[in-house]
């Protein structure tokens, strides 16, 4: 019996990368787990893997830019495990380039899925954790956030953003209901790179992710650790990164 056996926990952006290793991380330490995602045939089969290894997942098709899919993710959770314990707000999509690409688009959208998508978590949960008494809001930020480099400024504003109005609803939440958690990792070995639009930066990425990034399965470690502290222990912030990365 570990702090996560019996938790609840929906997961966005879990068809791949950092939400799919922490899905089966969580399901292998006795979470429930929703998985939330637009690939839904991903989400699919890591449900089947996960309950075919004797663990508990559903689905839920879930655009994060779209405030009623947030809703019904929880929804879900509710429906099928009678609470949501936990809501990690994992999506997130990195078209990063020169600012002189003056990219638009490639801005919204990261606007849209990495902070919006995260406020429409927030909106979902932040009821359902009132009602219980108890929830926790983990959030997958990013060292980018920290170490302001070369082409992702609109990307690290995104994170930073979240990293942000995680700080402020943490100040607003001091009645010990909510519990607030903001990972930051550095290189990791995911999908990530294949959402970026430049080519050449697409490609200098790739290459630091073979040359130096760590396994996704790292930070699901990391999630684990912040759910499975006390209910009156938060864990507030968190880098992980490679032991090599500068
Ligand atoms: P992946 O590309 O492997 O995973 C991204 C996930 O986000 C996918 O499951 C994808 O699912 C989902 N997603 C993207 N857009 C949407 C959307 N509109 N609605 C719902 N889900 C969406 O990359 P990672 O695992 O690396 O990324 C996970 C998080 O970690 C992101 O927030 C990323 O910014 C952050 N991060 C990653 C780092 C890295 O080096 N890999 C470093 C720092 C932070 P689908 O396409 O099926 O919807």
Avoid at 88 to 98: D, F, M, Q, W
């Amino acid at each position: 019996m570990t702090a996560i056996d019996g938790k609840v926990i929906a997961i966005t952006g879990a068809s791949s990368g950092i939400g799919e290793a922490t899905a089966r991380l969580l399901a292998e330490r006795g979470a429930a787990v929703v998985l939330g995602a637009r690939r839904t045939h991903r989400l699919d089969e890591l449900a089947q893997d996960i309950r075919d290894r004797g663990g508990r997942a559903i689905t839920c098709a879930t655009d994060v830019t779209r405030r009623e899919d947030l809703d019904r993710l929880v929804g879900r959770a509710v429906a099928e495990f009678g609470r949501l314990d936990v809501l990690v707000s994992n999506a997130g999509i990195s078209k990063i380039g020169p600012m002189t690409d003056l990219d638009v688009d490639g801005w919204s959208a990261m606007i849209d899925v990495n902070l919006r998508g995260v406020l429409h978590g927030i909106a979902a949960a932040l009821p359902v954790f009132r009602r219980q008494g108890r929830g926790h809001l983990v959030t997958t930020v990013s060292t980018s956030g920290l170490k302001i480099v070369p082409h992702q400024a609109v990307y690290a504003g995104t994170k930073n953003a979240v990293r942000t109005l995680l700080e402020g609803l943490r100040q607003e939440s001091t009645d010990g209901v909510l519990r607030t958690t903001a990972i930051s990792p550095g290189y990791v070995r995911t999908e990530l790179a294949d959402s970026i639009d430049n080519a050449q930066v697409r490609e200098q990425i790739r290459r630091n992710m073979d040359e130096l990034a760590i396994d996704p399965e790292a930070v699901a470690r990391v999630v684990a650790f912040a759910i499975e502290q006390p209910d009156d222990v938060e864990i507030g912030e968190v880098t992980i990164r490679p032991a090599t990365q500068g």
